[in-house]
Every structure is written in C-alpha cells, then in structure tokens.
C-alpha cells in the first residue's frame, strides 16, 4: 500500500461519521447559542457544558460498546422485551454513572469557580441542572443506543462501527437539548420556590 | 479480562476513568469561561463550540482507532518513511479541511437565521477554518505521542490511547477556538 492508498482509505472511510457528527454538533451549537439567556441567568453553566457533553459520549459510548462486544459473543440477545439482567444492570450501571459524574462535574466547576473569586450560581441550582439533564438525556441516549445497535445487529451490521457516530452526533444532540430543558426547570422552580 | 456485568463491577471500571476525564474536561470549560463574554455577545461563536470539540475529538478518536489497528496488525512502525503513519496524517488534515468550512458556514448560517448575523460570514469561515488547520496538526501530534508513549510501555493502545485522544482533543479544540477568536476578532 502507498501513502496515498492508506490516506484514500482512511478518509473515505472516516467522512460519513464525521459528517454526520458534524450535523449534530451544528444544531447543539444552535441550541447553545438560543440558551444565551440562560447562561447569563446561571453563571458557571457554560464552563460544565464540555464536562457534561463529554460525559454523555463517554458513558453510553461505552455502554454502546459492551452491547455490541456482548452481541458478538452471544452473551445478550437483541431483543429488548424479555429482561435480560445483563443488559438491565448494564444500562443502570450506565444510568447512575452518568448521574454521579455530572453531580461531581457541577460541584467541581462551582468549587474551582469559587475559588478563582468569579462568579458563579448556587451549587443546588448547577446540582439540580446537571443531575436533571443527566437523567432526562440518560434516558433518551439509552433508548437511542439499545434500539440502535439491537435493529442494526438483526439486520447484519456490525454495531461496532455504528455505535461510535451515533453517540457522538445524538450525544450532543440531546446532552445539549436536555441541558436547556433542565436549566428552564430549574429556573422556573427555584423562581417558584 | 472481561468486566463482569454488574452495576457495581461496571462502575468499579468506569468511574475513575470517568471521574479524571470529567476534571480535563473541567479545563476546556474554564477556558470558555474566559471568553463567554465575546461567545454570549455573538451566537455564530456560541454555535461553534460543540461542533468544534466534536470534530477535533473524532478526527482523534478515529486515528487513534486506526493507529491502534496498524498496530495490532504489527505493521505500524514509527518511522518517517511508514506508509500508515504518513497516510494517515495525511486523510486527518484532509478530513479536517473537509470539515472546517463547513462547519464555518453552518454555524454562521444557522445562527443568522435564528438570531441574527451580527459578524459577518468571512469572519466566521475564516476562525472555523484557521481553528480546524490548527487543530488538524495538533490532533496528529497528540495522537502519535500517545500511540507512541503505549507502544514504549507495552499498553494495547485501545485501552488508553482512545480515551486520552478524545478527550485531550476535547479540551484542544476549545483552546484553539480560542485563540482563533482572540487573532480574528
């Protein structure tokens, strides 16, 4: 192989990934950049945005990645009736590592905040946000990963090479999209409150 | 050994790992930290953001992956003149450059639509473009070093090298987005 084979091969096959993560992080930025109000209302939730979108591809690439390692091995079935506990302590395990981590992010952030003397939101307020928009995005990435890689593996893909792009482009998407939804709860509540 | 499926042995593997990678994290956001005055003042900017982490993150990722695979195949050797080596250099720039004006004029487009140009589009195009050449070359650099540093010390690069790419490039990518602002704007 020559140089130019090997980077012939490797763009061709990187671009449509790309691409499609590239369409999800444009309409987050688009989302982000609609939540400016938001952001000023809670100052310290723009340093946890990376944390928290960065959680979301980390914990359910993962989870994404033992489905698939565990369908080739035969050790869970595609199907998503039926219970298995595997597959049920895999996405609890998923679920609550998701939600201590941007628990742990938004007392980190406001801790460092604190100390570099800027300002920053009440630690319940980016508590509430990050737990409030872990839980919500949890729930709609293990749907979308579950149904996923299930549909693509009974369908002959290797859900190996679909669970990288779809994490990254419905990570952001709904990390993003469930952040504002959870910063306008929080708001109004602590506004009622 | 595989983990055994279990709430408690999964997070046993993953939170640590977790936990650190949140902390890197933590850092690109302060550095957004620095600027969210000129971010909050122009959306295009704002807009740029997740799309830059994201690309410069899997533009890492995904030549980490293949670096890891060459390796594994054994025919990765850290020579200048190694075909994989350069070849893939050579597609991460070229992706790159695929990418960058796209994700320029996305953002600049999108954000005009919804709120309003306030800069115009050659800024824009020109910090998504400048941000992404710059990142490119950045990503390769990283990217070999961790490969590079696995190989020395006999770790299958899968396990180590992924992570700490994406999320190194994470963190790289807002502080390039940075730097691209503050020479452009």
Known sequence: ?193 | MPTEWTVRAITRAMLPILLVLTLVELGSGLVLGRFEAQLLQYPALLALVPVTIGTAGNLGSILAARLSTSFHLGTLSFSPEDEHLVGNAVATFALALSMFPVVGVGAWGLTALISGAQLPLRTVFAIAVVAGVALAVLVIAVTFAATYVAYRFSLDPDDVVIPVVTNTCDVLGVVVLFAAVQLLL
């Open chain 1, 1 to 193: 192989m020559t140089v130019r084979d090997v980077a012939r091969d490797a763009y061709r096959e990187a671009l449509p990934a790309l691409g499609a993560s590239l369409v999800g992080g444009l309409v987050a930025g688009v989302i982000l950049s609609g939540m400016r109000a938001e952001l000023r209302a809670v100052p310290g939730l723009l340093v946890l945005v990376p944390a928290l979108l960065a959680t979301r591809g980390n914990v359910y690439g993962s989870l994404g990645a033992r489905i698939s390692t565990a369908l080739h091995q035969g050790l869970v079935e595609p199907r998503i009736r039926g219970g298995d506990e595997r597959l049920q302590s895999a996405v609890a395990a998923a679920l609550a590592n998701g939600l201590l981590v941007s628990a742990f992010a938004a007392v980190a952030a406001f801790s460092i905040l604190t100390v570099l003397g800027d300002t920053v939101a009440p630690l319940s307020v980016l508590i509430a946000t990050a737990l409030v928009s872990g839980l919500l995005s949890g729930i709609a990435l293990v749907g979308v990963v579950v149904t996923v890689v299930f549909a693509g593996y009974r369908r002959g893909r290797d859900p190996d090479t679909l669970v990288g792009p779809l994490v990254t482009t419905t990570g952001d998407l709904f990390g993003m999209l469930f952040l504002l939804v959870a910063v306008r709860l929080v708001l109004f509540a602590s506004g009622v409150i």
